[in-house]
């Protein structure tokens, strides 16, 4: 199985990230039979630096998006299993074969997982990747979606579960359809370093379309939202409740007076359903002012999924 692999990366103006992630497939202990770049609409040097690195290149006449530029590559692909990763990744030297070894020892078609590491020791990048890693820590061994930041999956299970899609969520969609054919078996130990958002602004950005994707697939699919995601949607859904019951308790301190204690209530179920968390923060080694920051720093994070929420909705009734 292991020798017939094709590496499959979309990428946007990349040029910098991508020298890395490509250096990084060069160090694997199983080597890759192609990989394979799509170009998707570059403005910059993505295209040459591929070239120059020896992968295959695909190029888009325009930016199509991620789920388009997968679906091009595989299109170029030889390979009877696909491994796809993002052009801001670093994948660790036994990357392919942690994913192989886990296909052939447990007889299973597709595993993903998620990320072991941020690429830039800044504050931010540091708090996304605690917070993914919080989000993660529980997944079990079997489940019904995939990040496609990290996902080897054979070309049979690939084809039956439609393959991506050019959609909003392409990579929760197609787990989904995968997992009523096959097992997928998500790998905790296995993940990706990642180039996380630089700036807050591009971070609660990231978060609002994430939510909006979700929502969109939630509403076409209902069925996906009680499968075994690769995500704690319990802790996400009590947070978001808290978050909401304080935006409604902000304008009834001015209209009622019963406001204010409905504010101080919304705030402390805040801090109450935030503890968990910002615990597993403290153990990660942030400071005492870094998690006060942090705090606020996931309030806005939890306003940009309540937005991206609402905007899922209207997505999907016009679209």
Same mark, same amino acid.
């Given at each position: 199985?292991?020798?017939?692999?094709?590496?499959? !990366?979309?990428?946007?103006?990349?040029?910098?990230?991508?020298?890395?992630?490509?250096?990084?497939?060069?160090?694997?202990?199983?080597?890759?039979? %192609?990989?394979?770049?799509?170009?998707?609409?570059?403005?910059?040097?993505?295209?040459?630096?591929?070239?120059?690195?020896?992968?295959?290149?695909?190029?888009?006449?325009?930016?199509?998006?991620?789920?388009?530029?997968?679906?091009?590559?595989?299109?170029?692909?030889?390979?009877?299993?696909?491994?796809?990763?993002?052009?801001?990744?670093?994948?660790?030297?036994?990357?392919? %074969?942690?994913?192989?070894?886990?296909?052939?020892?447990?007889?299973? %078609?597709?595993?993903?997982?998620?990320?072991?590491?941020?690429?830039?020791?800044?504050?931010?990048?540091?708090?996304?990747?605690?917070?993914?890693?919080?989000?993660?820590?529980?997944?079990?061994?079997?489940?019904?979606?995939? &990040?496609?930041?990290?996902?080897?999956?054979?070309?049979?299970?690939?084809?039956?579960?439609?393959?991506?899609?050019?959609?909003?969520?392409?990579?929760?969609?197609?787990?989904?359809?995968?997992?009523?054919?096959?097992?997928?078996?998500?790998?905790?130990?296995?993940?990706?370093?990642?180039?996380?958002?630089?700036?807050?602004?591009?971070?609660?950005?990231?978060? %609002?379309?994430?939510?909006?994707?979700?929502?969109?697939?939630?509403?076409?699919?209902?069925?996906?939202?009680?499968?075994?995601?690769?995500?704690?949607?319990?802790?996400?859904?009590?947070?978001?409740?808290?978050?909401?019951?304080?935006?409604?308790?902000?304008?009834? !301190?001015?209209?009622?007076?019963?406001?204010?204690?409905?504010?101080?209530?919304?705030?402390?179920? &805040?801090?109450?359903?935030?503890?968990?968390?910002?615990?597993?923060?403290?153990?990660?080694?942030?400071?005492?002012?870094?998690?006060?920051?942090?705090?606020?720093?996931?309030?806005?994070?939890?306003?940009?999924?309540?937005?991206?929420?609402?905007?899922?909705?209207?997505?999907?009734?016009?679209?």
């Amino acid at each position: 199985m292991h020798k017939d692999i094709s590496v499959i !990366i979309p990428a946007y103006n990349a040029e910098e990230d991508l020298k890395e992630c490509l250096a990084s497939l060069k160090k694997q202990t199983i080597k890759p039979k %192609e990989i394979i770049v799509v170009d998707d609409g570059s403005t910059d040097s993505t295209a040459k630096v591929a070239e120059e690195m020896g992968a295959i290149v695909v190029k888009n006449d325009r930016n199509v998006g991620r789920g388009q530029a997968r679906i091009n590559g595989v299109r170029k692909a030889s390979g009877t299993v696909y491994a796809f990763t993002d052009a801001d990744c670093i994948v660790p030297e036994k990357w392919l %074969e942690n994913a192989i070894d886990e296909m052939e020892k447990f007889n299973v %078609e597709a595993v993903s997982g998620y990320y072991c590491g941020a690429k830039r020791d800044d504050f931010l990048s540091r708090l996304q990747y605690a917070d993914c890693s919080y989000r993660q820590k529980d997944i079990p061994k079997e489940v019904n979606t995939i &990040s496609s930041c990290n996902f080897v999956v054979t070309k049979e299970a690939y084809e039956a579960g439609g393959g991506f899609q050019p959609v909003l969520n392409e990579d929760m969609e197609l787990g989904y359809w995968i997992s009523k054919k096959y097992k997928i078996h998500w790998l905790h130990n296995n993940g990706v370093v990642h180039n996380f958002r630089n700036s807050l602004w591009k971070y609660l950005k990231q978060q %609002e379309f994430f939510a909006r994707q979700v929502m969109n697939s939630y509403l076409k699919f209902p069925e996906i939202f009680f499968s075994q995601s690769n995500y704690q949607k319990r802790s996400i859904i009590w947070e978001l409740i808290s978050i909401l019951l304080l935006i409604v308790s902000v304008p009834l !301190i001015f209209l009622s007076d019963y406001g204010v204690f409905l504010f101080i209530f919304a705030i402390l179920c &805040s801090i109450f359903l935030k503890t968990d968390i910002l615990r597993f923060f403290k153990e990660k080694g942030f400071s005492t002012k870094e998690i006060y920051v942090s705090y606020f720093i996931l309030l806005m994070r939890d306003c940009a999924w309540i937005i991206g929420l609402f905007n899922g909705v209207i997505y999907t009734i016009l679209s």
